[in-house]
């Protein structure tokens, strides 16, 4: 359910805050953090090369695999 449809008193009691844009949680005990990925994290002939490799697949399949190789490169 998105955040819009829930009351904002449920959300506030439960840690959730908004001004109307980006939600963030203030739980105390979880840690949080934010990844910020650049789109020039990962050069443009890398991106070619794995859509090229992998354009045998279905579409959904070609996706998944390809967020995968993108996210363990990213990680590196």
Not at 29 to 40: E, M, R, S, V, Y
Not at 41 to 66: C, Y
């Amino acid at each position: 359910m998105p955040l819009k449809d829930i009351p904002h008193q449920k959300l506030v009691g439960s840690g959730w805050n908004t001004r109307g844009y980006l939600p963030h949680f203030d739980g105390t005990a979880i840690p949080q953090f934010i990844t910020l990925k650049l789109a020039d994290a990962i050069p443009l002939k890398v991106i070619d090369r794995w859509k090229k490799e992998l354009q045998h697949l279905n579409s959904r399949e070609e996706q998944i695999l390809l967020q995968r190789r993108i996210d363990v490169y990213l990680d590196h």
